[in-house]
């Protein structure tokens, strides 16, 4: 009999290669009858010259099989979800347990693999259909960012036959703006990501102004924020949008204004020509870089986010939060997310994948996994599950009530030439005027 401690050792970050199976007899306490759980080796997809060659296999005219009366439920999970932390980890099994318990007739069989790469769901899905697709899963969870591209490509499937679609109108409204696709429920989203703030020292007790103006001049408190990569280049994001800007010209391509992205960058350029923005900066390529600088003491203030935030508060270490001070107020805060996808046709199984969201789903585990997980639900209602007295709840469902979706990509060359515009500033190499010139020529066709 399968115990916690095996299925806890399918979730440890640290092993290479993770998977394992849940079998309803097997998971039975007391069962005498119990059937060894599938163990379903990792391997790569076949080379094309492992394939048997079908013109030399003899055809035998066998009778038609009879339908499998226990659908078996292939799911493969990312490393961020299935083992984001070891207590998530926990939290996962017990519920994945207690779901085979309630469903002995479904088998489950669940394998971690990274979403992209060679090996990862997405190039399996892409490639495996047409070579082994006995091996494909029928449920996945990904990265929101990717629904479109993977319905535009056929790779997972409509399930407003098999999901109460009113269940969904509980998610936060950008949840709500990730689900479907091209008139059909597609996904459903259950964790929000990347939901910007500042952190600060847990000795600094007066609140935050949310006038960027007001924060960077008068004061002798020092900021730290990663200008090297994608988080100092969305905080610009925020105060381009704030100012107006838009990300696509007349011809739907992709585009930067002069003079909303001169008034965002100044900004910056502004807080670290005072000294507001420390030095540092140009040397940060991440944001748990920066949030080290405030527990030492070197500075203030730290550009954070959710994911940083929830994972490396303790006991013992509970710093400040706040809502990212902007032009006017704070600006929207722009996040992303993770969903769960089905990738079958078959009814049987599109069925059996959808009880297992609707359980995974629910407040309660929802709840206590996302907690464990120290990652954002989707569903306001599963903070329910955290500790009351955590302030951070309040602040966070403000923030996600008024959250707008990531709109580019993090690869983009949008996203790329804003990385170089805020280095420049954040380097005092270039004014404001110069860095946005040099992006918005940067995009044009």
């Given at each position: 009999?399968?115990?916690?401690t095996?299925?806890l050792?399918a979730?440890?970050?640290f092993?290479?290669?993770?998977?394992?199976?849940?079998?309803a007899?097997?998971?039975?306490?007391?069962?005498?009858?119990?059937?060894?759980?599938?163990?379903?080796?990792?391997?790569?997809t076949?080379?094309?010259?492992?394939?048997?060659?079908t013109?030399?296999?003899?055809?035998?005219q066998?009778?038609?099989?009879?339908?499998?009366p226990n659908?078996k439920?292939?799911?493969?999970?990312?490393?961020?979800?299935a083992?984001?932390t070891?207590a998530?980890?926990?939290v996962?099994?017990d519920?994945?347990?207690?779901?085979n318990?309630a469903t002995?007739?479904i088998?489950?069989?669940i394998?971690?693999?990274?979403?992209?790469?060679q090996?990862?769901?997405?190039?399996?899905?892409?490639?495996?259909?047409n070579?082994?697709p006995a091996?494909?899963p029928?449920l996945?969870?990904?990265p929101?960012?990717q629904i479109?591209?993977?319905s535009?490509?056929?790779?997972i499937?409509?399930m407003e036959?098999?999901i109460?679609?009113?269940t969904?109108e509980a998610?936060?409204?950008?949840?709500?703006e990730?689900?479907?696709?091209?008139?059909?429920?597609v996904?459903?989203?259950?964790?929000?990501?990347?939901?910007?703030l500042?952190?600060y020292s847990?000795?600094?007790?007066?609140?935050?102004?949310m006038?960027w103006?007001?924060?960077i001049t008068g004061?002798?408190?020092?900021m730290v924020l990663?200008?090297?990569?994608?988080?100092?280049?969305?905080?610009?994001?925020?105060?381009?949008?704030?100012?107006?800007g838009s990300?696509?010209?007349?011809?739907?391509?992709?585009?930067l204004e002069?003079?909303?992205l001169?008034?965002?960058?100044?900004q910056?350029?502004?807080?670290?020509?005072?000294?507001?923005?420390?030095?540092?900066?140009?040397?940060?390529s991440t944001?748990?870089e920066?949030r080290?600088?405030?527990?030492?003491?070197?500075?203030?203030?730290?550009l954070?986010?959710?994911?940083?935030?929830?994972k490396?508060?303790t006991?013992e270490l509970?710093?400040?939060?706040s809502?990212?001070?902007?032009?006017?107020?704070?600006?929207?805060?722009l996040?992303r997310?993770?969903?769960?996808?089905?990738?079958t046709?078959d009814?049987?199984?599109?069925a059996?994948?959808?009880?297992?969201?609707?359980?995974?789903?629910?407040?309660e585990?929802?709840?206590?996994?996302?907690f464990?997980s120290?990652?954002?639900?989707a569903?306001?209602?599963?903070?329910?599950?955290?500790?009351?007295?955590?302030t951070?709840?309040?602040?966070?469902?403000?923030?996600?009530?008024?959250?707008?979706?990531l709109?580019?990509?993090?690869?983009?060359?949008t996203?790329?030439?804003?990385e170089?515009?805020v280095f420049d500033?954040?380097?005092l190499?270039?004014?404001?005027?110069?860095?946005?010139a040099?992006?918005v020529?940067?995009l044009q066709?």
């Amino acid at each position: 009999m399968m115990d916690k401690t095996r299925i806890l050792k399918a979730f440890i970050p640290f092993l290479t290669v993770v998977i394992f199976a849940l079998s309803a007899c097997d998971l039975l306490p007391g069962s005498e009858t119990a059937v060894p759980p599938t163990i379903t080796p990792t391997t790569e997809t076949p080379e094309a010259d492992s394939v048997p060659d079908t013109l030399n296999t003899p055809v035998f005219q066998l009778p038609d099989r009879t339908p499998q009366p226990n659908p078996k439920l292939i799911i493969w999970l990312p490393p961020e979800i299935a083992s984001r932390t070891e207590a998530g980890a926990v939290v996962l099994s017990d519920q994945l347990l207690a779901f085979n318990n309630a469903t002995p007739n479904i088998e489950i069989s669940i394998e971690q693999k990274s979403v992209s790469g060679q090996g990862g769901i997405l190039n399996y899905l892409r490639t495996g259909k047409n070579v082994v697709p006995a091996i494909l899963p029928d449920l996945i969870a990904i990265p929101v960012q990717q629904i479109t591209a993977v319905s535009e490509e056929g790779l997972i499937f409509p399930m407003e036959d098999v999901i109460d679609i009113t269940t969904l109108e509980a998610l936060y409204p950008v949840a709500q703006e990730w689900h479907s696709y091209n008139s059909h429920i597609v996904a459903y989203p259950f964790a929000i990501t990347e939901m910007p703030l500042i952190e600060y020292s847990s000795t600094i007790t007066e609140p935050l102004s949310m006038q960027w103006q007001a924060i960077i001049t008068g004061t002798d408190k020092t900021m730290v924020l990663p200008a090297v990569g994608t988080s100092g280049a969305k905080l610009a994001l925020q105060f381009y949008l704030q100012a107006g800007g838009s990300l696509e010209n007349e011809a739907g391509q992709p585009a930067l204004e002069l003079e909303p992205l001169t008034l965002a960058l100044k900004q910056l350029y502004d807080g670290r020509q005072n000294g507001f923005i420390l030095p540092q900066s140009s040397n940060l390529s991440t944001i748990d870089e920066g949030r080290l600088l405030v527990q030492n003491g070197t500075a203030d203030y730290a550009l954070s986010a959710s994911d940083e935030y929830l994972k490396g508060r303790t006991q013992e270490l509970i710093p400040g939060f706040s809502a990212i001070p902007g032009l006017d107020g704070s600006p929207i805060p722009l996040v992303r997310g993770w969903a769960w996808a089905i990738t079958t046709s078959d009814p049987v199984k599109k069925a059996a994948a959808a009880q297992l969201i609707n359980s995974l789903t629910s407040p309660e585990n929802l709840g206590n996994w996302s907690f464990n997980s120290r990652i954002l639900p989707a569903n306001p209602d599963a903070f329910g599950e955290w500790p009351t007295e955590d302030t951070f709840i309040s602040f966070a469902d403000q923030e996600l009530q008024r959250a707008n979706s990531l709109p580019i990509n993090v690869s983009s060359p949008t996203m790329k030439a804003l990385e170089d515009a805020v280095f420049d500033v954040i380097t005092l190499s270039k004014t404001p005027a110069d860095a946005a010139a040099e992006a918005v020529t940067t995009l044009q066709p």
